[in-house]
Structures are given as structure tokens and as C-alpha cells.
């Protein structure tokens, strides 16, 4: 990428042959050359300067004279060393929960990369795998997954892109973690005392913290709450209470 190429057509024959260069598609059709294009030596070298990925494909150069028009095509590859655009982040995930790493490396066409994964260093061969390890391990080219998370599979993870054109590898790396972690208020403290008018509205907000996610249940007075009627409990644990009355009050926890 950024350098220039050069290809150069040489053809023999009486009356002295002239040259024209045209692009070819699959299907044989022709387009004129990019206007960047240099055609030196009476037509006879092709110089793309600044390669870039688009000027890949297949150049035709015919020769013809008086007599006859003969043609040869070549392709032009240019070789990419691999560039992630998405590069894989470190995760910490609740035990029991699903890891999902995706990674995304330039050029982005499958048929010039070839995607590979690692853990602690040691490539993952699908077939080096017991069968426990097959039922919860999905890998498709630049997506793993892992279901119901253990901390057993902690440890550095690596996704691997590499140039089929010419094999130069390069890593994404990332850290993933599966914790537990005992309920806790210690980042996000509850308010100890709350006031409203007869016939407000109180939200009272619980968010701690914990691994896996908390299940969070609530009492009044030591008694289970129910819901209902004027109270509710989102799904993110939050209590409202709704036209609050005199027998709301008390001690919610």
C-alpha cells in the first residue's frame, strides 16, 4: 500500500505493434484504466502509483499492428498487512454468563485473511477439544462465544488475522475475568430516609453491586412486599410507590 507498481507489456512483430492498457472484471468485461495510471515507453509499461486496495484486479494489455491484435492479462495483488478496526476489550462477566469476543481486521474480505483464536497463548484446534469444551465454545471466523462462563476460562485471549497473500499475522489481545462477587451497597448506598405528601409519588433506588447480578427482593416492616395496587418493582430493582397513603409508611428494605 502507498508504493507504486509496475507492469510491462512486450510484444514482437511487423509493422512495430502499437499498445493499449484496459482493466478486466471476472466476466471479461473492459474499463478504461484509473486516471492516476502512467503509461510509459511508447504505451508499453503500466506504472499505478500510490497503490491503494482498489487498484487491485486484472490489467489486459493488447497489442496490434496491421496484421493482427493479440492480448495478455495479469492480476495484481497487492499484499496488506492486517489492520484491526475492531480490536478485541477486556471483559469482566458474571459466573455462569456468556463470552462474546469479536474482532475485525483490514482488508475485510474472508477470501485474503484467515481468522484464528487463542487462549494463553495455544491456538485453538477444534478438534484438540473434549467434548464438554465443544458444547459451550462456538467460534465463526471473528466471533467466540462461550456459553455458561466458569472461572476456568479466565486468562488472555487472542484473535489472530492473517494475510493469506502473503501470511503476515497480527494479534488483538484482551483479558476476560469471570468473578463472584458477594451482594454489596458500598458504591451505591441506599437513602435511609425518604418523605412524600399523601398521595405522591416515592422511587426508592437499589443498584448494588455484585457477581453474578443480584436478585433483588424487598420487605416492609421484615414482611415480604407485595406488589400491587400502588406498588411496583422495576427490572432493575427500583421501588415505586405510587398515591402513597398513611399505612406506606414504614421500613422498607
Known amino acids: 500500500m502507498g508504493e507504486n507498481a ?51 484486479g486484472l490489467y489486459r494489455c493488447e497489442a496490434s499492428n496491421t496484421r493482427s ?3 495478455q492479462a495479469v492480476t495484481l495483488q497487492i499484499q496488506i498487512d492486517p489492520v484491526f478496526v475492531v480490536p478485541l476489550e477486556d471483559q ?34 477444534w478438534d484438540r477439544l473434549t467434548l464438554a469444551q465443544q458444547q459451550r465454545l462456538t467460534i465463526t471466523n471473528n466471533l467466540l462465544l462461550i456459553t455458561n462462563v466458569q472461572p476456568y476460562d479466565n486468562g488472555i485471549y487472542q ?12 494479534f488483538s489481545t484482551a483479558e476476560v475475568r469471570a468473578i463472584t462477587l458477594a451482594p454489596t451497597f458500598g458504591r451505591n448506598t441506599m437513602v435511609s430516609t425518604l418523605r412524600s405528601t399523601v398521595g405522591g409519588l416515592v422511587t426508592i433506588v437499589c443498584h ?18 407485595n406488589i400491587g395496587n400502588n406498588i411496583q418493582i422495576f427490572a432493575n430493582g427500583n421501588l415505586a410507590i405510587t398515591n402513597i397513603q398513611l399505612m406506606d409508611a414504614g421500613i422498607q428494605i
Open 159 to 170: 484473535c489472530a488475522a492473517t494475510n493469506t497473500q502473503n501470511n503476515v499475522q497480527r
Open 92 to 125: 469482566i462477566l458474571d459466573i455462569g454468563s456468556i463470552l462474546q469476543l469479536y474482532c475485525e481486521a483490514y482488508p475485510n474480505e474472508l477470501n485474503q485473511l484467515r481468522y484464528s483464536w487463542f487462549i494463553n497463548g495455544t491456538e485453538i484446534f
Open 6 to 56: 509496475s507492469i510491462e507489456c512486450i510484444a514482437e512483430g511487423y509493422p512495430v505493434p502499437t499498445y493499449r492498457w484496459f482493466r478486466e472484471d471476472d466476466f471479461g468485461n473492459l474499463s478504461p484504466l484509473q486516471p492516476k495510471v502512467i503509461l510509459l515507453n511508447f504505451n508499453r509499461e503500466l506504472v499505478i502509483p500510490d497503490l491503494q486496495h482498489d487498484d487491485m
Open 208 to 225: 448494588p453491586e455484585g457477581a453474578p447480578q443480584p436478585q433483588i427482593q424487598w420487605f416492609k416492616d421484615n414482611i415480604p412486599l
Open 69 to 71: 491484435v493479440v492480448f
